[in-house]
Nanobody
Framework: QVQLVESGGGLVQAGGSLRLSCVVSGRTSNSLSVGWFRQSPGKERDILAAIATSHGNSYYEHSVKGRFTISRDKVKNTVYLQMNSLKPEDTAVYYC??????????????????WGQGTQVTVSS
């Protein structure tokens, strides 16, 4: 089992920034990938970004590329999502998830095996 705990959400004005953290623990492997997702009321959960924790390869969904940056700290077992130039439409519950592999399948939300509890991000206009 892998456990994930998100933090860093909150209320921010449009144009502001937030950094989300995802602490990973449990039975992880060298092939572990961690992704960030979000879900707004009435909408599906979407992938935003993902990173392979061993070699650092990353993926970004096109709508956040250039505004959001995913990174990892191997020592702290933490994956971050730096979010800049936030917009009201970024308001959502943000989740991190883990998958014991990396490849084209990471864009399939059904492949992600372990999930955190989520953290609310609210961007005011």
């Amino acid at each position: 089992q892998v456990q994930l705990v998100e933090s860093g959400g909150g209320l921010v004005q449009a144009g502001g920034s937030l950094r989300l953290s995802c602490v990973v623990s449990g039975r992880t492997s060298n092939s572990l990938s961690v992704g960030w997702f979000r879900q707004s009321p009435g909408k599906e959960r979407d992938i935003l970004a993902a990173i392979a924790t061993s070699h650092g390869n990353s993926y970004y969904e096109h709508s956040v590329k250039g505004r959001f940056t995913i990174s990892r700290d191997k020592v702290k077992n933490t994956v971050y999502l730096q979010m800049n130039s936030l917009k009201p439409e970024d308001t959502a519950v943000y989740y991190c998830a883990a998958l014991q592999s990396w490849g084209p399948h990471i864009v399939d939300i059904g492949k992600w095996e372990y999930w955190g509890q989520g953290t609310q991000v609210t961007v005011s206009s």
